[in-house]
């Protein structure tokens, strides 16, 4: 068939043929006419911009590297004659180029896109970007947004919610999302739904809350007693604590906050002492597959999931009874009897070995009682600045780093454990010779 | 333009597409949309020349150490320490959950409309989520397009509202006016700006042929055709690949 060359699109790919480009981009839709139907303004919404651009501006290397930072760190393009790469453009020609990734992670859109999403990944188990947003997730932007010690995320007695006068109906009026602790934050996500749904800016709105809560009966709010930051937000139980044994909350502790997967801890040669009565000695009719196989993950597991004896997530609420464990901690006792009952929250680290003492660096006792201390070990150790320093550079480099750079994640995490700030981790990582090209 | 026609004009583009990209025969649609297909020219992105010795593709592994984490830009060098490859850059692109605030920051309208967000809504489980660039095809690049169609038309309607001296993009166009009065220096001068907004750079000589070119094959010669001449250039630069490296 002869092709048709007076079309006009036909025009257009020959073109393309003629100067070998590719990835052809489609342009589609749209419209006649309508108009824009107005959200509603308030300046705790995100409101997103970029300066008038500069058609006969120059773009130097250092502007074109301002860029890359700015889009690393944040999550989101800006036009290349923003003001903002403008002052970051002079510090990196002033040899400054922390300070200028300073810039980039003073905007909202670090806290409203590249931490958020981060945290999305880590409060469930799909570990998917699309989660919703939680108070788990306020709580994690919350913290970095201002300044404390990330530890506090594993061992602090707080959420972060709205500041209700933020989240009035165009600044004014009644509020837009539902605001009732009990109703909306203990016993559902509500008030957090309503925030991502009106696309309220998490950086403009968050305010801390000092001490969770929680409420076994759904009508009366009681203290958390043993609270260790994230690991006790609703989301969190909620995720982990629903139905099963108590164990994923173990195995995803280890998994989010200190980057290791079960496989990547387990541990055969450990003591059984602790391994619960619902776990067959005899998987199979062999004990040997037990010994080898199943006990290299419940040796040490099920010695730290004695934390979790009195918590459970039932009714779409955390449940919380201080000194009656749980009935699922014992659940299929029959299986091998001989097995460990528990009877308390006293646990044990037995991740203690050589190569999980080194991956872990451990700076806490062997042993504690509840939630709260299991969070304080977690937090404490290298493991988990370490991980802070992975999870962060696979967010704003793009690609997680490779075996060959666990040196220098090392090296930035100790670094990192001096204030331990995210913000400032977000920059030694962002200006890494190791994250951004320099092309 | 009501929601039924407006979808329609949608599914009627991605139809076109479809054929565009099936056998390149040219499409007769004059319905009441402008049918828009162009191509926007990627440097480093051609044809061979992602290397896989080069480039390092984001990795979705967990951070766990055991699954084959990427191998990264650099090299060792004498006493072990870390060069990094000068030539290597990690490619990665937009996901479902941070394009809607780029393209809104690209096009500066501050908020998206209602509008925007539905279409945003209806389109965002096509994105992928993970940013890796082999995970895009063909329906996340139709949705992307369908996407960014949207917000270019809020940003038209934005500044056709505005003094020409107060627009960030389409100072220099008369949106009373028709699609012949449009000079040559002002279409060059909004590609211009709509290229430093969301390429973070000039456009290529071939680029700005190429989108003119696409925007004078835009039928109609009414003042709603200047809208629809901007739609065009505005749509072919916010949903084509530079705008969604990351």
């Known amino acids: 068939m002869k092709k048709r060359t007076d079309a006009p699109t036909d025009r257009l790919f020959e073109k393309i043929g003629k100067i070998g480009m590719v990835l052809p981009v489609a342009a589609a839709s749209l419209l006649s006419t309508g108009s824009v139907a107005q959200v509603a303004g308030s300046p705790a919404k995100m409101t997103l911009g970029s300066a008038m651009p500069d058609p006969n501006g120059e773009i130097t290397a250092d502007r074109q590297r301002a860029y890359r930072l700015f889009k690393a760190i944040t999550g989101i393009a800006i036009a290349i004659d923003d003001s903002r790469l403008a002052q970051m453009e002079s510090l990196i020609a002033a040899g400054n180029e922390k300070g200028a990734a300073a810039i980039a992670t003073s905007d909202p859109s670090f806290y409203d896109v590249q931490l958020r999403d981060l945290a999305r990944k880590m409060s469930v188990r799909e570990e998917s970007v699309t989660a919703p947003l939680s108070d788990f997730v306020a709580t994690f932007v919350g913290v970095a947004r201002d300044g404390l010690d990330a530890r506090e995320l594993l061992s602090g007695n707080f959420i972060y919610r709205a500041d209700i006068a933020k989240v009035l109906v165009n600044g004014q009026g009644q509020p837009e999302v539902r605001n009732d602790t009990l109703a909306d934050i203990v016993n559902s996500n509500n008030h957090y739904a309503d925030l991502q749904a009106r696309s309220y800016s998490l950086y403009s709105v968050l305010v801390r809350e000092n001490g969770q809560q929680y409420s076994n009966d759904g009508e009366t709010l009681q203290p958390m007693t043993d609270a260790a930051g994230l690991i006790t937000t609703r989301q969190w139980i909620r995720e982990h604590a629903d139905a099963g044994t108590n164990r994923r909350l173990v195995e995803f502790s280890f998994r989010q906050f200190m980057c290791a997967p079960m496989e990547a801890w387990m541990d055969a040669s450990r003591p059984d002492d602790f391994v619960g009565r619902d776990v067959d000695r005899f998987p199979g009719g062999s004990h040997e597959k037990y010994q080898v196989t199943c006990k290299a993950c419940h040796t040490q597991m099920d010695a730290f999931r004695q934390a979790f004896a009195y918590v459970n997530f039932a009714g779409g609420r955390t449940r919380l009874t201080p000194g009656q464990v749980v009935g699922k901690m014992n659940r299929n006792s029959n299986m091998f009897p001989s097995g460990y009952s528990t009877t308390n929250d006293r646990w044990v680290n037995y991740a203690t070995a050589p190569r999980n003492a080194d991956q872990f660096g451990w700076r806490g006792p062997a042993s504690g009682s509840g939630m709260a201390d299991f969070g304080r070990l977690l937090a404490n150790s290298k493991g988990f600045s370490r991980c802070m320093t992975k999870r962060v550079f696979a967010s704003i480099c793009k690609r997680a780093p490779g075996p060959a750079e666990e040196a220098a994640i090392r090296v930035i995490a100790d670094q990192f454990e001096g204030d331990y700030k995210l913000k400032g981790l977000a920059e030694t990582v962002a200006v890494s010779p190791i994250c951004i090209s320099r092309e | ?246």
Not at chain 2, 60 to 85: C, E, K, R
Not at chain 2, 108 to 119: C, F, L
Not at chain 2, 151 to 167: H, I, M, Q
Not at chain 2, 182 to 202: F, G, K, Y
Request: aromatic share 4%.
């Open chain 2, 1 to 246: 333009m009501n929601e039924r026609s407006r979808r329609n004009a949608q599914n009627m583009g991605n139809l076109a597409m479809r054929k565009l990209m099936k056998n390149r025969k040219f499409m007769t649609q004059t319905v009441t949309v402008a049918l828009l297909a162009v191509v926007a020219t990627f440097q480093a992105c051609g044809p061979g020349q992602l290397n896989k010795n080069q480039y390092a593709s984001l990795d979705g592994n967990a951070l766990d150490g055991v699954n084959g984490a990427n191998s990264g830009s650099f090299i060792i060098g004498p006493g072990g320490a870390m060069v990094p490859v000068e030539s290597t850059k990690t490619v990665a692109v937009s996901y479902s959950e941070n394009i809607l605030e780029s393209l809104i920051t690209i096009i500066g309208t501050g908020q998206p409309s209602q509008r925007v967000r539905d279409s945003y809504n209806r389109e965002r489980t096509k994105i992928a989520e993970s940013g890796k660039a082999e995970a895009v095809n063909a329906p996340m690049w139709m949705a992307i397009t369908n996407l960014s169609g949207e917000v270019c038309w809020d940003l038209v309607l934005a500044e056709k509202a505005l003094a020409a001296g107060s627009r960030r993009i389409f100072g220099q166009i008369n949106f009373a006016g028709n699609p012949a009065q449009i000079t040559d220096a002002a279409r060059n001068d909004a590609i211009r700006r709509l290229a430093r907004s969301a390429w973070a750079r000039n456009e290529t000589p071939e680029e700005l042929a190429l989108i003119k070119s696409g925007m004078a094959s835009v039928p109609g010669t009414a003042a709603a055709d200047v809208d629809r001449q901007m739609l065009f250039a505005c749509t072919t630069i916010l949903a084509s690949l530079d705008s969604h490296d990351r």
